[in-house]
């Protein structure tokens, strides 16, 4: 069985290369460095299997050509869809298969590294420190102990962040409208959006990206939230309007954001581009806040995870090839 794995990182290889040579049915990997989007789909001739990451972007054309082009199932290697049109997958039957979980301390533990961070203003007090620079004016920070923590989406992610923010003494609420556990560790309060909105000092996102939770956060939900909040997202760009957001950044309405996610970073993240410019400007400007921290799309990027993408990725294809689709993480 011929593989072609799309947006593919030398990271990715080592850890497939791996995890391939560990199986009875090995698979015969191709990596490609290119995204998969229209102009790139027909590289995808003469394999059986396309596995893509989160800014492949698999709309109906590009679907409908890896359809003619005889690929039996599309791979994600990432738990987000969003990249996907389901809708015409369906249609067109071709099996979308994903890694429903790698490792949500991961994702978790990122989220309160960017807390920490813009919180003690680290990355201020190590540039100025490189400098000879061991004034202390404008690094000052709070204590996470006893300040209310507001987590959008309580899946595996959320929880993990819930139960890290537990430990700094942090109150935790809750908005979820579709909350499946419950609330075994008594360690959260289930609110309403407006009110976790109107009641948080840090606010974390960890729901998935849909038609309903796009720009979840904006103006509106923006006005609602207490002066100088923390917002912090590291699960799909476009829940936030990133312009809504600069506009409150200057007013000092958001006193702190941390992105790992961006709208538009399929054009910038992943790659190096230090010997270019970039070309969008709300992204530009977003640089320019020293109380913004954006790393880009790293929350998962652990060696634990890597090689849980990997180990799930090639077990959903043998799966699926083995005739056992109900083993392979379908998503359509
Ligand atoms: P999950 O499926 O376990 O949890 C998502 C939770 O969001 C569920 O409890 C669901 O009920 C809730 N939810 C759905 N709609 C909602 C809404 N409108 N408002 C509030 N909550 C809502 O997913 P998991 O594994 O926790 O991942 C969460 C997100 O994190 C993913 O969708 C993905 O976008 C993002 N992610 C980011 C990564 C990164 O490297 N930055 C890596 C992995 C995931």
Redesign the pocket.
Known sequence: MKICMFSSKAYDEKFFSLNNSNTSEQLDISYFSSHLNEETVYMAEGFDVVCCFVNDNLNANVLKTLKKQGIQLVALR???FNNVDLKTAKELSLPVCRVP?YS?YA?AEHTCALVLDLNRNIHRAHNRIRENDYSLDGLLGFDLHSKTVGV???????RAFINIMNGFGCNVLV??????ETNADNNFTQVTFDELLMQSDIISL?????T??QH?INTQAINKMKPNVMLIN???GALVDTVAIIKALKLRQIGYLGI??YEEESEIFFEDLSDTFIQDDVFARLQTFPNVIITG????FTKEALNKIAQTTISNIQNYLLGKPEDSNLVS
């Open positions: 990432c738990a987000g979980e949500p994702v959008v989406g309580a899946g595996k992610i959320g908005y979820d409208p579709m909350l499946k960890h729901c998935p990206l849909t309903g939770t979840l590291t699960s799909r790992d996610v799309h790293q929350a998962f």
